[in-house]
């Protein structure tokens, strides 16, 4: 960053009488003395002025940061990611992994510093499956601090239930909470609660048994949907295994349509989509997005008493602090990343819009959104879109908070940038290329974050690097 340097005016001189003060100097005439006087004032307003103008600098940083410095730092492999670290959800202090043997699924928190096992938990599973999936969830106080894992079966054919194992552990003590087998197609988390969903199809018309598990396998409720038409001309894409939900509502999207249950299971919304999807916004909400093409992608937000169709997609935000709540990302027109649009949460209007960035990964802190935007790193002001600073950096993608420094990753140029996220002032970068496999091998390094951590993942190993 090119420093700025304010020079405050000089001390002023007084004059002295070329003969010296002694005995019988007479004194100046008052229009001498008035004149000094002026004098002396206006040299005290100019410094002050000028040390005002220095602390307003300290005080503003400047809107648009260019120069980055040369890689001052070489990252190196720290502890390879096994089986059970790869894929690993950090929970708490640890990242909870889990694999399936012949003993049954294994579920393991890692400490990300050092890749060391804190405990380790072994639940018996059914049936042979293919690998296993785990995400946070809360304790009964909605608290985090447990982790539920599930087996899956996998087939190159479109998904069917079957039996799956579900196992929840508490991850300060690897305590294990609960397991029990039921057959799903899909699963996802509702607060402290595990919810699994069932398909039930027949030859034109297609539904979904939901049911919702407390952390010990008891069941909740139990919800069966409406039911919708097989066929058309669109219809849709085939739920994966992965529900979409929060701690208020979890939403079933398949083949067009889309089912929005409430906490108690009680149906919330009910409706075509075409080929869309749920998303939450960034305050809880429910988006409901799709597109059959390019250029028709759109979103119907779901409000209290409304639903109020907007433009474009839900930009997923990687790390939130909520603040200024009650803005809503999207994307402009849909596309990965095509521009940024602030909406109101209350109402779908827009609040402000930048069109010309191609938006990779998001982060909200103190009422500032900081985009990785392609060729640089952007901060807006969340609440009127005032942009606060810029950093270049060409193929910048990745992006995010580890305290109080911005990490930002071109994996193209295999490079890591670190930034102050209040001012964009570039505090090191780090060059990652020696990581590279032989020359011709044709293979490029990926740098994620993971727990907190910058993960290399080369050649089809993972490093955590440092």
């Known amino acids: 960053m090119r420093e700025v340097h304010l020079v405050e005016g000089e001390e002023p001189t007084h004059a002295t009488d070329a003969a010296g003060a002694g005995p019988g100097r007479g004194r100046l005439p008052w229009p ?18 000028a040390i005002g103008a220095r602390d307003a600098l300290a005080d503003s940083p400047p809107s648009t940061v260019h120069p980055v410095p040369a890689p001052a730092r070489t990252l190196a492999p720290l502890w390879r990611l096994d089986a059970t670290a790869d894929g690993a959800t950090p929970v708490g202090s640890v990242a909870v992994g889990a694999t399936v043997g012949d003993e049954g699924v294994t579920v393991v928190g890692i400490d990300p510093a050092s890749g060391a096992h804190a405990w380790s938990v072994t639940a018996p599973s059914a049936g042979d499956p293919d ?10 106080d909605g608290t985090p601090g447990r982790a539920v894992c599930v087996t899956a079966h996998r087939s190159d054919e479109a998904p069917e ?4 194992t579900v196992v929840v552990v508490d991850t300060a003590t690897g305590a294990l909470v609960g397991t029990w087998a039921t057959d799903l197609q899909a699963w996802g988390r509702l607060g402290d609660r595990v919810v699994v969903a069932v398909p039930d199809d027949d030859d034109t018309t297609f539904g979904w048994t939901v049911a919702a598990h407390e952390a010990t396998g008891a069941v909740t409720w139990t919800t069966s949907t409406s039911r919708a038409p097989l066929g058309g001309p669109d219809t849709g894409i085939p739920l994966g295994d992965e529900l979409v939900g929060t701690d208020a509502w979890v939403a079933v999207t398949d083949r067009g349509h ?34 059959l093409g390019y250029d028709d992608a759109g979103s119907v937000l779901l409000l209290d008493d409304a639903a109020v169709p907007v433009p474009g997609w839900v930009v997923p935000v990687a790390q939130d602090d909520g603040s200024a709540p009650g803005v809503e990302l999207y994307t402009v027109d849909g596309g990965h990343g095509a ?14 819009r930048d069109a ?51 990490l930002a990753t071109a994996p193209a140029n295999v490079t890591v940038l670190a930034l102050d996220p209040r001012s964009g002032r570039a505090l090191w970068k780090a060059a990652a290329r020696h990581l590279l496999p032989d020359p011709g091998t044709g293979e490029q390094p990926s740098i994620t974050p993971w727990a907190g951590e910058l993960v290399a993942t080369v050649g089809g190993e993972s490093w955590v690097i440092g």
């Open 161 to 164: 239930p079957r039996p799956e």
């Open 356 to 406: 010309d960035v191609w938006a990779g990964d998001v982060v909200v802190r103190d009422g500032v959104v900081l985009v990785a935007g392609q060729d640089d790193v952007r901060a807006y002001d969340l609440a009127d879109g005032t942009r606060r600073w810029t950093a270049r950096l060409p193929g910048a993608a990745g992006l995010w908070l580890d305290g109080d420094v911005l």
């Open 339 to 352: 521009g940024l649009v602030a909406r109101d949460g209350a109402t779908g209007a827009e609040l402000w």
């Open 131 to 140: 690998g296993v999936r785990c995400a946070p969830l809360d304790a009964p």
């Open 258 to 291: 889309a089912w929005v249950l409430r906490a108690d299971g009680t149906v919330r919304d009910d409706r075509a989509i075409g080929t869309g999807w749920a998303a939450v916004t960034r305050s809880g909400g429910v988006s409901l997005s799709g597109h």
């Open 32 to 49: 001498w003395l008035v004149a000094g006087a002026a004098c002396l004032l206006v040299a005290l307003v100019s410094v002050q002025q």
